[in-house]
């Protein structure tokens, strides 16, 4: 069975710091690359951050700086640490792992809720 399982999410204040953790099982995590998405209310889905699986990272503007993605694979988790965070950081935040060159849109986990509030 395949899954993919977000934890790490919770309320913080403006400059706190998060460290968002996605585990999958039920396939090879190695060969997978891993993205980070986020959704706020009354948003559309937006890639965040993504790791190939040679180590490759990226991350939409408004993160660069603050955000990093890393993963482990002996652990088969993927990670987002997130510091300086916003307000309007405040989403749902979904992992999600593709194939290089798929069409398929992959596996998703649920998500995990963060709230950047004082």
């Known amino acids: 069975q395949v899954q993919l399982v977000e934890s790490g999410g919770g309320l913080v204040q403006p400059g706190g710091s998060l460290r968002l953790s996605c585990t999958a099982s039920?396939?090879?995590?190695?060969?997978?690359?891993m993205r980070w998405y986020r959704q706020a209310p009354g948003k559309q889905r937006e890639l965040v951050a993504s790791?190939?699986?040679?180590?490759?990272?990226g991350y939409v503007d408004s993160v660069k700086g603050r955000f990093i993605i890393s993963r482990d694979n002996a652990k088969n988790t993927v990670y987002l640490q997130m510091n300086s965070l916003k307000p309007e950081d405040t989403a749902v935040y979904y992992c999600n792992a593709v194939l290089p060159y798929s069409s398929s849109r992959g596996y998703w986990g649920q998500g995990t809720q963060v709230t950047v509030s004082s």
């Open positions: 790791i190939t699986s040679g180590g490759s990272t």
């Open positions: 039920g396939f090879t995590f190695s060969n997978y690359a």
